[in-house]
C-alpha cells in the first residue's frame, strides 16, 4: 500500500497513519471491576439497531457494542479503531482505511461468528441509504460526502405522486421528488418505475457498487470517494453512519428482523457485549472476551440501572448500589451548603457534554383529536411572537436547576455547541456566530436577554396576530414523563419563568404528561407546543448541526420529526425558512476554502437565531458525585464514542473535590 498522505485539519486533529492509541492503557487504574450506573426512564432504548438509531438514549449504549473504524482519546484526538491505518492522498476526495485482521462478529455470549471484513462496511453503508430498510435515518451524511449515495438514495425513495386535492406546495413537492429520481434512472439506465417495498428490502450489493462511491479492493481496504475534497472526512467515520453490518446476519434474521433486532440475537464487534435487558428496568454489558484490543482495560461488567427520576437515583447512590451520580439542584445545595455533610468534599463539576440543546418550536401542532391546533400554529409562525420569546426568557432559573454554582456555564447562544471547529487565526466558530449577533458572554448575567425588545416584539405580536383571529393568552403545552418528580420540578420552574418574563396575558405554559414513550405519546402525534432537545456532532463540521433544521429536506432530522416544518402553511414562516436552507445549501458546496465555508455557516446559524426559528437555550455543565475520572474517558464534541466505557481511571472510593482538581491541573499541563 502506498503510504497515505497525512492532512492537518482546521478542526485540530491529525488525519493520517496511525499504528497505536495515544494513551496508555497499562497505566488505567481500575479500582471498580464491575460498573454499575443508571439511566432515567425517558431515556430507555427504542431500538437496538445502532444504523437506525440517532438518539442518544441509544447511541450511549450501542457505542459500547460496536466499532467503527476510527474512535478518539480523552482529548478527543482520531485514534485507530477498527482501522488501524488511513488517510487522503488527493486532499480529501479520496479516503483509504486499512482494516486491522481478526477482529471478530460475536453473539451475545461472546462467541465468534465470523471475522469483521472490508465488505461489512458497504453493506452498512447499503443498508444506511436504502430508504426500504433504515426509511431516511442517518442519511444526511453520506449523502453529502460520498459520490453517488444521494442517487441510491433517491432511487430506492422513489416518489408518491400528490393527491388530487393536495395544495400547491404537497403537489410542488411531489413534482421534484418525481423529477429527480427520474434523473438518477436516466443516469444508470434504470427502470424509471418506483420500487415497491418488497423491492427495495430485496436489494443487494450489487446495484449499490455500481452507484455508490465506496469500493473494497480486497478484505482489510476500504475506500471512499468524496464528493469533492472533503478534509474532515475522517471524522465521520467515527459516526454510526459509517458503521459496518454483517449480510449474514441480515440474511439470518431477514431485512425486518434486522432492523428490529434485540440484544439477544445481534452481533457485535466492541468491547462489550449486552448480555441481560429487561425494558425499563436493567441492562447489563459484558465484557467481549475476544475485543479485538486486548490490551485495553474493560470493566468486567457495566449495569444500567433504569430509574424514575434523578432523585431516586440519588438514593440509590447514597445506599452504595450505584457509582455515579449527577446532582439534581435540590441535591447539590443539600451538599453544597452544608460543609458537615458527607458528600460535601466530593462534588466535583463534571466537563462539558457535546450537546448544545435548544426549544424547538412545532409549527404544525394538533390537538388530541388530531385537529390542528390553530390558535398556536398562527401565532408560532408570527416572527414577533418568537422573537419576544427569544428576548424575553432568561434562562438563569432553568440553568441553576443543572448547575446552580455556577449557571451561566450552562448559558447557550448558539445552535452549534463550542469548540467543534475554529477558523484559520484561531477563532472558534460559535465566537464568529455570537460576533454576528451582537452577544458577549458575561459571567454573571444570561447576556442575550433584552426586556425592552421583548415587550416590543410582545406588543407587535399581540396586535398582528389578534388581527388574524388568535385569542390570548395562547396555550402552550409542554410534556413531560409522569413518573419523573425531577421533570416536574424543572417544568414548574420553566412555567413560573414563562409568567415572569413573559407575562400570563400572552401565553400561558401547559404542563402534560406522557407515560413512557415521548415520540409515539407526544412527538408522533404532534402534541406538543415544543421541546427542549439538544444536538450533539456527528462528525468535525458545523453542517452536522444546521443540517438537521433544513426545509424540505428528508434527512434533516428536527424538521421532519420535532418541528414539522414542513407541514406549515405560513407563507412568511416558509420564506424564512427557504432562505435560511438556501444559505445552508452554499455553505455545503464550499469545500475548498475552510476558512470561507465556516464563515458561510456562521451567517446562516445567525439568521435562523436572528429569526428564532430555533431558540438556543443550554449547555449541560453538571455536578455529580463519582469514583470515575472523567479525564481519563473518550472527550468527543462529535461522533458516538463519549459514552464508551473503555480506560476509565477508577477508584473504590468516591473521589474529592481536591482529587478533581489535580485531574485538570495534569489534563491542562
Not at 499504528?19 to 497499562?26: H, K, Y
Not at 460520498?146 to 408518491?160: K, P, Q, V
Not at 470517494?225 to 472526512?233: G, T
Not at 464514542?641 to 489534563?667: L, M, R, S
Request: proline share 3%.
Amino acid at each position: 500500500m502506498k503510504k497515505l498522505l497525512a492532512i492537518l485539519l482546521a478542526v485540530a486533529m491529525l488525519a493520517g497513519i496511525l499504528t497505536a492509541c495515544s494513551s496508555d492503557s497499562a497505566t488505567v487504574k481500575q479500582g471498580v471491576k464491575n460498573w454499575v450506573t443508571y439511566l432515567t426512564l425517558a431515556n430507555e432504548m427504542e431500538t437496538f439497531n445502532i444504523l437506525y438509531s440517532q438518539n442518544n438514549k441509544e447511541l450511549q449504549v450501542l457505542t459500547n457494542c460496536f466499532d467503527g473504524l476510527l474512535s478518539q482519546d480523552s482529548r478527543g484526538n482520531l485514534i485507530p479503531a477498527c482501522a488501524e491505518e488511513w488517510g487522503t492522498e488527493d486532499g480529501g476526495k479520496t479516503w483509504t482505511f486499512k482494516l486491522r485482521k481478526g477482529i471478530q462478529w460475536v453473539d451475545m455470549n461472546g462467541n465468534a461468528m465470523q471475522e469483521v471484513k472490508a465488505e461489512d462496511w458497504l453493506v452498512g453503508l447499503e443498508w444506511v441509504l436504502n430508504f426500504h430498510k433504515n426509511a431516511a435515518t442517518n442519511t444526511s451524511m453520506p449523502i453529502e460526502m460520498i459520490e453517488g449515495a444521494g442517487d441510491y438514495y433517491t432511487y430506492t425513495a422513489g416518489y408518491t405522486p400528490a393527491a388530487a386535492d393536495a395544495d400547491d406546495a404537497a403537489k410542488e413537492k411531489a413534482a421534484k421528488a418525481k423529477e429527480k429520481f427520474e434523473a438518477v434512472c436516466a443516469k444508470y439506465n434504470l427502470d424509471p418505475t418506483p420500487l415497491t417495498e418488497e423491492q427495495g428490502k430485496a436489494l443487494g450489493l450489487d446495484l449499490f457498487k455500481t452507484m455508490v462511491g465506496i469500493e473494497a479492493p480486497d478484505d482489510y481496504t476500504i475506500v471512499y470517494h468524496c464528493v469533492a475534497e472533503i478534509p474532515y472526512f475522517a471524522t465521520v467515520s467515527t459516526y454510526n453512519c459509517l458503521y459496518p453490518a454483517c449480510q449474514a446476519l441480515i440474511d439470518q434474521l431477514g431485512v425486518d428482523g434486522f432492523l428490529a433486532c434485540t440484544n439477544e440475537n445481534m452481533w457485535y464487534n466492541g468491547c462489550y457485549t449486552i448480555t441481560h435487558y429487561v425494558q425499563g428496568n436493567e441492562k447489563v454489558l459484558t465484557k467481549n472476551p475476544k475485543y479485538w484490543d486486548d490490551k485495553c482495560a474493560l470493566f468486567d461488567t457495566v449495569t444500567y440501572k433504569m430509574v424514575e427520576s434523578g432523585d431516586v437515583a440519588y438514593q440509590m447512590f447514597q445506599a452504595g448500589e450505584l457509582d455515579y451520580i449527577e446532582l439534581t439542584e435540590s441535591n447539590l445545595r443539600t451538599i453544597y451548603n452544608n460543609p458537615d455533610h458527607e458528600f460535601h468534599n466530593n462534588l466535583v463539576e463534571a466537563r462539558p457534554t457535546k450537546y448544545s440543546y435548544q426549544i424547538h418550536l412545532v409549527y404544525d401542532k394538533h390537538f388530541e383529536d388530531g385537529t390542528p391546533d390553530t390558535n398556536w400554529n398562527t401565532a408560532v409562525a408570527n416572527e414577533n411572537f418568537r422573537l419576544a420569546w427569544y428576548y424575553g426568557l432568561d434562562a438563569t432559573p432553568y440553568l441553576s436547576r443543572t448547575n446552580f454554582i455556577n449557571p451561566q456555564k450552562c448559558a447557550n447562544f448558539c445552535y452549534t455547541m463550542t469548540n467543534l471547529v475554529s477558523f484559520s487565526n484561531g477563532t472558534e466558530y460559535t465566537a464568529r456566530v455570537r460576533e454576528l449577533l451582537g452577544i458577549t458572554e458575561n459571567s454573571e448575567t444570561y447576556a442575550r436577554v433584552d426586556a425592552a425588545k421583548a415587550a416590543e416584539y410582545k406588543e407587535k405580536a399581540m396586535a398582528e396576530l389578534s388581527a388574524k383571529g388568535v385569542t390570548f393568552p395562547v396555550e402552550v403545552d409542554y410534556y413531560i414523563q409522569g413518573s419523573s418528580q425531577t421533570a416536574l420540578d424543572t417544568a414548574n420552574v420553566l412555567k413560573q419563568m414563562f409568567s415572569d418574563y413573559l407575562g400570563d396575558d400572552f401565553v400561558v405554559l401547559n404542563i402534560k404528561t406522557y407515560i413512557s414513550s415521548l415520540a409515539t405519546e407526544v412527538r408522533n402525534p404532534r402534541l406538543a407546543s415544543f421541546f427542549i432537545n439538544g444536538w450533539g456532532a456527528d462528525y468535525g463540521d458545523p453542517q452536522n448541526y444546521l443540517g438537521q433544521e433544513t426545509y424540505g429536506q428528508d434527512n434533516a432530522y428536527y424538521s421532519v420529526s420535532y418541528s414539522k416544518i414542513n407541514d406549515a402553511t405560513d407563507p412568511e414562516l416558509i420564506a424564512t425558512y427557504k432562505e435560511f436552507t438556501e444559505m445552508v445549501d452554499k455553505a455545503n458546496a464550499i469545500v475548498g476554502d475552510m476558512d470561507a465555508r465556516y464563515e458561510a455557516y456562521a451567517q446562516a446559524e445567525a439568521y435562523m437565531i436572528q429569526h428564532a426559528l430555533v431558540i438556543p437555550w443550554y449547555k449541560n455543565v453538571l455536578w455529580q458525585l463519582t469514583r470515575t475520572n472523567d479525564y481519563s474517558h473518550v472527550y468527543s464534541l462529535y461522533g458516538i464514542q463519549g459514552n464508551k466505557f473503555k480506560n476509565w481511571e477508577t477508584a473504590e472510593d468516591i473521589y474529592t473535590t481536591a482529587d478533581y482538581n489535580k485531574f485538570a491541573e495534569d489534563y491542562n499541563k
